[in-house]
């Protein structure tokens, strides 16, 4: 989906703009997503060339591979990031992404029961996700 999507967090102290394509949203029930986003989290994926940021971002290195921000004046996450991959940002600070399509959750089966998702989207387990990823074991 290529188009313009402009985005800030709850204060406005931060904008975030992207300018290309994004993925459809997933939504990721790992025991790290679940304590960052209360239960899930979603977002939708960028190339770093697209995005582009002003602002007070918080940093935290929440593994060995892969940083979480967030304003500092407000606290709204605003993109999850593996080392020099994709930004996956989250999808509420932009308007623009309502119509933006649930297309994936990951960790399927340690979702909690209160955040069923409805649709036709891919659900992968926690066995499946981590076959080929042995560095996340355990999440």
């Known amino acids: 989906m290529a188009r313009e999507m402009k985005g800030h967090c ?3 102290a931060v904008t975030v703009t992207v300018r ?3 993925s459809g949203v997933w939504a990721c029930h790992c025991s790290m997503c679940r304590r960052w986003g209360g239960a899930v989290t979603m977002g939708m994926d960028t190339a770093p060339e ?7 971002v918080a940093r935290y290195r929440s593994s060995s591979f892969a940083e ?10 605003l993109w ?4 020099g991959k994709d930004y996956e940002l989250s999808p509420g600070i932009f308007d623009d992404a309502r119509d933006v399509p649930l297309i994936r959750e990951v960790y ?10 409805a649709g036709d989207h891919e659900r992968v387990t926690r066995a499946d996700y ?4 042995p560095y996340l074991e355990g999440l």
């Open 10 to 12: 709850l204060c406005g």
């Open 20 to 22: 290309g394509p994004v």
């Open 50 to 56: 697209h995005v582009s940021f002003e602002g007070p």
């Open 68 to 77: 979480r921000t967030w304003c500092e004046r407000c606290g709204t996450h």
């Open 80 to 83: 999850f990031r593996d080392d």
């Open 108 to 117: 399927i089966d340690r979702a909690f029961a209160c955040v069923p998702f």
């Open 130 to 133: 981590e076959s080929d990823k």
